[in-house]
Each structure stands twice: as structure tokens, then as C-alpha cells.
């Protein structure tokens, strides 16, 4: 079915929740962040989403760049890493964004389920209990605005990492959802319901 893209974001209008057990405690663990994003070009760069402390000492989250550019960003005990995509995805149309976390040492960054980017530094513990708040559309105090020209859908979380072949397999799995011609509707001008079903027997 095609899904309903969720825009608008600011400073005043975005999702976010206090930190939280299932996430704020990873240390040396896995970690997985993904997301579907349409995009006409943002004019700085702004969060997707993630999580993060209040200086941005901690963190693990999406950002998107003024040229187009996603990028995959931690930040530990031991050190900060940004991988970025090599082209500019500010095209008008959906893209799904994935940032593994193996461990502590290792990580890697997909576009469209394709690997894109990896590194090896060591970053060390992505913890610090009840400091990691996780936000949608701005950063999770909002201060830095919002991702105000793009339109996310499907944003998750997991202390898990999936493998190279559950990337691409997710990819084509959801990616049929947002072509415009899907059987189920989920939005009509008015009303966010099922207009129709087609099953594929």
C-alpha cells in the first residue's frame, strides 16, 4: 500500500521521547537506525533521527546535508564518526536510509538497500542511561530547527544488526509501498483510511 509521508517539521513539530532502557544502555552493542526520505534539498544540514545526548557528546543518528547528502553519524566514549553518502539524494523522490552498527568497531551506511559507506574506528560505549532522548524530523531538543523540505516515513530503531542480505531484502520488501499506483490506498483528500484491497493469491 502506499504510505501517507509525514512533513512539516520544525522545532515546534516533531517526535520525540525521553531516553529510555532500550536504547540508552548499548555500549559496545549493536545498534540499527533506518528510514524512508523524500526530499526537494534541505538549505542546512538537519537530523532525520536518533538519538542523543544534550551536548551531542553521545549520539546515533541520520542527518541530512544541504547537497543532498545523508549522513550516518556516531559519536562514543572514544571517538566521533560520520560516513556520508557519495551522491546527493535531493531528488523529489523516496529513498530508504540504513545505518548498521555491528559494534563498537564496526558500522556501515546503505542507500536503497546497497552498501554505501563503512568504517572501522573505534568509537567505544554509546551508553549513558537516561541522557540518550530520541527524536523524528529535529534534533531531540530541538534546536536545531527541522528537516523542513523532506518527507520521512518508517523511521526505526533496533539494538540489533541486520545482515547485508536483510537490508536488501527489507528494501524490496517496503519499497513497493510507495509507489503511487498500489493497489491499497491508505489516504484519499479528506480521510487516512483503506479505500481498497487487492490480494495476490
Given at each position: 500500500?502506499e504510505l501517507l509521508g509525514y512533513s512539516g517539521w520544525s ?63 556516531e559519536d562514543g566514549a572514544s571517538a566521533r564518526v560520520q ?39 573505534d568509537t567505544g560505549s554509546l551508553s549513558s542511561s537516561g ?71
Amino acid at each position: 500500500a502506499e504510505l501517507l509521508g509525514y512533513s512539516g517539521w520544525s522545532a515546534s513539530n516533531y517526535l520525540n521521547r525521553a531516553s529510555d532502557a532500550d536504547w540508552d544502555v548499548l555500549g559496545t552493542g549493536s545498534a540499527y537506525l533506518s528510514i524512508w526520505l523524500n526530499s526537494t534539498g534541505e538549505s542546512t544540514t538537519q537530523w532525520a533521527h536518533g538519538f542523543s545526548n544534550s551536548g551531542d557528546t553521545i549520539q546515533f543518528c541520520m542527518r541530512f546535508q544541504a547537497n543532498g547528502l545523508m549522513s550516518c553519524v556516531e559519536d562514543g566514549a572514544s571517538a566521533r564518526v560520520q560516513t556520508d553518502t557519495s551522491t546527493g539524494w535531493d531528488d523529489s523522490k523516496w529513498h530508504k536510509f540504513d545505518f548498521v552498527r555491528v559494534s563498537s568497531t564496526e558500522r556501515y551506511s546503505y542507500v536503497d538497500g546497497l552498501l554505501s559507506n563503512s568504517t572501522t574506528t573505534d568509537t567505544g560505549s554509546l551508553s549513558s542511561s537516561g541522557n540518550l532522548p530520541y527524536s523524528i524530523g529535529a534534533e531531540p531538543d530541538g534546536a536545531t530547527g527541522g528537516i523542513a523540505n523532506s518527507k520521512l516515513a518508517l523511521a526505526k530503531l533496533s539494538a540489533s544488526a541486520p545482515t547485508d542480505t536483510q537490508i536488501r531484502q527489507m528494501y524490496d520488501d517496503e519499497k513497493g509501498m510507495f509507489v503511487a499506483s498500489a493497489e491499497c490506498l491508505l489516504q484519499s483528500g479528506s480521510t487516512d483510511a483503506v479505500l481498497d484491497v487487492n490480494v495476490d493469491p
